[in-house]
């Protein structure tokens, strides 16, 4: 699967503008090889993270799709900076897919792993044996998932929450024990996180899902 993130900065007088233009984006749903699509906000960031089926049903919908949804719905007016990554999945983090858990979650976490030159399997490794069997433990964590960028030596872990108060005990009752024995340092250039509180209004499903 083809993963999407789309990261926008938006001025807090042009919020309501955004999300109105970002609620137009239903017509993805109809497209073949779309798997879903969900976002919200970090503060004054808008977080938005698309899956496709691969790229060649991406490609398609950039080439054919994208430019008349955009341009008819006036987004490129609400934000100062927008920035994409493309990844590729490795693997979901529970036995629920990424994509299956769409539909059923309010937050998100993103992590966001410079990698280590010669790290890259360490990393992979603590992700599957230390991260992803104490995740899994946490009441309300929905599914997740881990991918690599296309154009660096960049991964990222997406994990799906029932709800904000779910992430937060887990992150005070489970993650401090898995960050000890995990020792993300000794992977990682740099991390970045960001909690996403997802707008319902935004998530398109695919229509085998809906």
């Not at 998932?145 to 154009?151: A, I, P, T, Y």
Request: proline share 2%; aromatic share 10%; hydrophobic share 35%.
């Amino acid at each position: 699967m083809l993963i999407k993130s789309i990261n926008c900065k938006v001025d807090e007088e042009k919020k309501e503008r955004f999300s109105t233009a970002q609620e137009q984006w239903g017509e993805l749903k109809e497209l073949e090889g779309f798997h879903g699509q969900i976002g919200g906000w970090n503060e004054s960031e808008a977080y938005i993270v698309g899956c496709w089926e691969n790229m060649r049903a991406y490609q398609r919908f950039m080439n054919e799709t994208h430019d008349n949804i955009f341009y008819d719905s006036n987004q490129k007016d609400t934000y100062t900076l927008c920035e994409t990554e493309l990844y590729q999945s490795l693997f979901d983090i529970t036995d629920t897919s990424f994509v299956e858990a769409l539909a059923h979650s309010s937050f998100l976490r993103v992590a966001i792993c410079d990698v280590k030159q010669g790290h890259e399997k360490q990393f992979l490794h603590m992700q599957e044996t230390v991260w992803n069997p104490g995740i899994v433990r946490a009441e309300g964590m929905m599914g997740g998932v881990v991918g690599r960028s296309l154009s660096s030596n960049r991964y990222i872990a997406l994990s799906l929450w029932k709800d904000a108060a779910a992430h937060q005990h887990y992150v005070k009752e489970i993650f401090p024990q898995l960050h000890h024995i995990a020792n993300p340092s000794e992977q990682l250039l740099h991390i970045e996180g960001k909690q996403i509180t997802l707008v319902n209004s935004w998530s398109v499903l695919p229509i085998h899902c809906v």
